[in-house]
């Protein structure tokens, strides 16, 4: 034993005790084959890409139609219903399943514990199909291919698009901010028109008012003048009669 390295007694070893490589541990070959690097990184591996047969997925989902529907038809049967009755809930039942499973393509839904799932390999490949491409919108990792990462020409092709996408939405973006700022300074503009206008006309008003109540005010003060001088023309008249009648009596 050497530096905690060995054994602690050479009895029943068949060895000297000395501490010896291993002469069974072959270097290279198969090993370093194994640990190299693939070729071809976008080749699947196993079962990890193995794309669902739509086909047999077709075939499965009528299967299982079919066999409710024989279900219903063989319990209506028991119990005695006409076939004309039996031929019309059939094929309701039947559009009502078709409808069923069109609708549950279109929506995404991540299954639940009370979910019926079934284990034929193409379903599962179609649900972790489904997994996958939500859980990539998630991340938004958008069109991402397997072993992209370690290929420098790839990555590099990726960063100049990615690049390319930044510049033109950053161009977009400040395209639309100097839209947006020429439509508040036009808005403003028409704001600080229509303002200017209303004050105008508000000022117009006002001095319309104004001068119609300079002119009543005249008309008041020239009719005032008037009586007054109506008024003098009056005593002037009675006092020049008075003056006459006393002429007249003296006389």
Sequence with gaps: MYNGIGLLTARGSGTSGYVQSNRFNLRGGSQSAAMSRPA???APVGNANKQPNQDILEHARKRDIELKVAE???KLDEEGVDPDTIEERTSALRKQLQAAFDASLHTARPATKSDKLS???HDVAQRKQ??????????GLGDVKEG???DPEAMEARRVRERAERDEERAKREQERKEKAERREKEEAER???AEEDA???LDARRERQARADDARRDAERRELEAREARLAEREKQLAEREGRDGGGGR
Excluded: W
């Design 130 to 139: 489904k997994q996958m491409a939500m859980l990539q919108n998630a991340f």
């Design 72 to 74: 219903l038809e063989d």
């Design 148 to 150: 992209e990462a370690f």
């Design 40 to 42: 071809d990184l976008s």
């Design 200 to 202: 105008k006309k508000v």
């Design 119 to 121: 284990e034929e390999s």
């Design 192 to 194: 600080r028109g229509r």
